[in-house]
């Protein structure tokens, strides 16, 4: 079974702090992605990377920053976290694009900014 | 910004009945997926769709992929209360692995 962990499911941080949030996929997938989930709006898509020190930007990258240095970890950051910014992140990874290579969660971080 | 409409926003289901959500997009695309999540964890996917028209079921659930590639439909048949959750639709253009959500349907159970 594909295990994708987040390093916290929660965080409490205040408003100007630089954020890391972790995540890691164990099934050597090659693509990760991080959402925020927000109610009523669903999942919006931050940034994903489809291979190592490659990233892109989702729908909504404002105020976020990613890292990919190992395969298997992608990292979201929050250079100077803001209220704004309190909301649910979720990563997913997929083996590859395309049919049937479809994204698998972790278990989410919530994250508070004071 | 979002493109896929989900309705109901939410509902309240009695256990023995059949209930079903839909998605609907102004944009055509190439995949729906259906996914759950249920309360402290994240989505797992339910039901996989890549052909218009084409229709899956997963034991008691049964989507449909709508004809013109704008739509998709989710029911469930005899509820029981573990099917309380977040219900989402997501949708895959042609290219990439980009995915765009629905709002998701909340599904409560009745007092």
């Known amino acids: 079974d594909v295990k994708v962990t987040q390093s916290s499911r929660y965080l409490v941080k205040r408003t100007g702090e630089k954020v890391f949030l972790e995540c890691v996929q164990d099934m050597d997938h090659e693509n990760m992605f991080w959402y925020r989930q927000d109610p009523g709006l669903g999942l919006r898509l931050i940034y994903f990377s489809y291979d190592v020190k490659m990233k892109e930007k989702g729908d909504i990258p404002e105020g976020y920053s990613v890292s990919r240095e190992k395969k298997e970890r992608f990292s979201l950051i929050l250079e100077s976290a803001s209220t704004n910014q309190t909301s649910m992140y979720l990563c997913?990874?997929?083996?590859?694009?395309?049919?049937?290579?479809?994204?698998?969660f972790g278990p989410g971080t919530r994250l508070t900014v004071l | 910004g979002q493109q896929l409409n989900q309705s109901p926003q939410s509902m309240f289901i009695q256990e023995g009945e059949d209930v079903s959500m839909n998605c609907t997009s102004s944009?055509?695309?190439?995949?729906w997926l259906w996914y759950k999540q249920e309360p402290g964890e994240g989505p797992v996917l339910l039901i996989a769709?890549?052909?218009?028209?084409e229709l899956t079921s997963n034991g008691r659930l049964t989507a449909q992929f709508g004809i013109t590639r704008k739509d998709s439909f989710l029911n469930i048949s005899a509820s029981i209360p573990s099917d309380v959750g977040i219900y989402f639709c997501a949708g895959r253009k042609a290219a990439g692995n980009k995915l765009t959500f629905g709002g998701g349907t909340r599904v409560l159970v009745k007092p």
């Open positions: 769709l890549y052909k218009a028209g």
């Open positions: 997913a990874s997929s083996l590859s694009q395309g049919a049937g290579n479809e994204q698998f």
């Open positions: 944009s055509i695309f190439n995949t």
